[in-house]
């Protein structure tokens, strides 16, 4: 996919790759139109069309255009209901016959299908045309997971909410769960309710308030976590649960909002953050990717060299969750290839992402399909798109391939 600088169209460019071989180029937006980056494909599953989307989720309008390979192209349909809005999306359900799903968050809207014949180029679709209704999340959803909580939910007392008093119930909960974890779970989800004198906060609120007042109980909040990662995968197996345990809200791992203050509170923290990462379902819990990883970036920024580190190994995350980026990679989806050209040179830069790319490998928990060899070609097609990046690419082919992995 890409943009033809004489005209300033779109196109997608089809190809095979046993042989390698172009097919076809699909014109997508023709015509000096203002546009945004082509971030994600999806094809119908008889792959005679297929679905684009434009734009990231900081562009605050995302859009979507049918293409069939006979050349036809449907109007750039937009949403109404979340103009202005910088929501992350993602296509659903592209195979119904009669309307194509379309997923905001925890939300879905529809394209009718004979829309896509309308000969306009483009159509803004309103908030009583789009058929909204609420998603049902990957894991356990708010309301079951709430009544199934009401009957016992664990309870942690603060006598106050001073740091003192806040880390010493941490400083329990902590305990807890380093020797009985599974005394704490209802299913497959871990929901707290913090009792701060005599009222009643929720998981999130109660970390939300942490992060909000700066409350100094960092170190804390960090040997919660970390005794949670230590604990958590054995659990996982003997319970036979599917890669992760759920949080309090739809959509959210055990222990994100206490994971989200401390990135707040410390923005090295990123450490721990890795590991959360790594430890997690990533076809289906998407929070960490979006919302804490987009509110992380959006008030720390990209620092220092163990910070692009991170965004290094971030991308590879991504990758490993099986998600596509078609916007120019997932080096570029946070800024950080930009960043990287501000504050390390090329030679430095090809280190840092061989040294992430090593360890990567030699993480057996990480499960990845992957193997090293693919893994480097992905970023390397993201360092192609700018001329810093080709200048670590150069750097990079100093060094010799690494082994075959596994595929």
């Given at each position: 996919?890409?943009?033809?600088?004489?005209?300033?169209?779109?196109a997608v460019e089809l190809w095979t790759t046993e042989p390698v071989a172009h097919v076809a180029t699909l014109v997508a937006?023709?015509?000096p139109v203002p546009h945004r980056a082509m971030t994600e494909v999806a094809w119908e599953p008889d792959?005679?069309?297929?679905?684009?989307?434009?734009?990231?989720?900081?562009?605050?309008?995302?859009?979507?255009?049918?293409?069939?390979?006979?050349?036809?192209?449907?109007?750039?349909?937009?949403?109404?209901?979340?103009?202005?809005?910088?929501?992350v999306s993602t296509f659903g359900d592209v195979a119904d016959a009669e309307r194509v799903e379309i997923r905001f968050y925890s939300d879905a809207v529809f394209i009718p299908r004979p829309w896509c014949a309308d000969p306009g180029p483009a159509r803004?679709?309103?908030q009583d045309e789009d058929g909204y209704r609420p998603l049902a999340s990957a894991g356990p959803s708010a309301s079951a997971v709430g009544r199934f909580l009401a009957r016992s939910l664990p309870v942690v007392t603060v006598a106050d909410f001073s740091a003192a008093a806040i880390a010493e119930s941490l400083g329990w909960l902590t305990g807890q769960i380093r020797t009985d974890l599974a005394a704490l779970l209802r299913s497959d989800a871990l929901a707290l309710t913090f009792r701060v004198g005599r009222k009643a906060l929720t998981e999130?609120?109660?970390?939300?308030?942490?992060?909000?007042?700066?409350i100094a109980v960092a170190p804390v909040l960090r040997e919660l976590l970390t005794t949670y990662l230590e604990v958590q995968p054995a659990l996982v197996a003997a319970n036979n649960l599917y890669r992760q345990i759920w949080g309090p809200e739809d959509d959210q791992g055990a222990l994100?909002?206490?994971?989200?203050?401390?990135?707040?509170?410390?923005?090295?923290?990123?450490?721990v953050f890795r590991d959360y990462l790594a430890q997690r379902d990533g076809e289906h819990e998407h929070y960490s990717t979006t919302v804490m990883m987009q509110t992380y970036i959006a008030a720390t920024?990209?620092?220092?060299?163990?910070?692009?580190?991170?965004?290094?190994?971030?991308?590879l995350i991504r990758y490993r969750d099986g998600v596509i980026s078609l916007g120019g990679g997932f080096l570029e989806e946070h800024g950080v290839l930009d960043a990287a050209e501000g504050l390390l040179d090329p030679a430095d830069f090809a280190v840092l992402i061989r040294e992430e790319l090593d360890g990567f490998a030699a993480r057996p928990d990480l499960d990845c399909r992957l193997g090293p060899d693919a893994l480097s070609r992905e970023l390397r097609a993201s360092l192609a798109t700018t001329a810093y990046g080709r200048r670590v690419l150069a750097a990079l082919a100093d060094r010799p391939a690494a082994p075959p992995g596994p595929t």
């Open positions: 996919m890409g943009d033809d600088p004489r005209h300033r169209a779109q937006r023709p015509g792959e005679r069309a297929l679905w684009v989307k434009y734009g990231f989720f900081w562009d605050q309008n995302t859009e979507f255009q049918r293409i069939g390979l006979d050349g036809a192209r449907s109007p750039v349909f937009a949403f109404g209901r979340y103009a202005g809005a910088k929501a803004l679709i309103a999130p609120a109660f970390f939300a308030r942490i992060a909000r007042e700066r994100a909002p206490a994971m989200q203050a401390l990135l707040h509170l410390d923005p090295a923290a990123h450490d920024g990209w620092r220092d060299r163990a910070m692009i580190g991170f965004g290094v190994y971030f991308a």
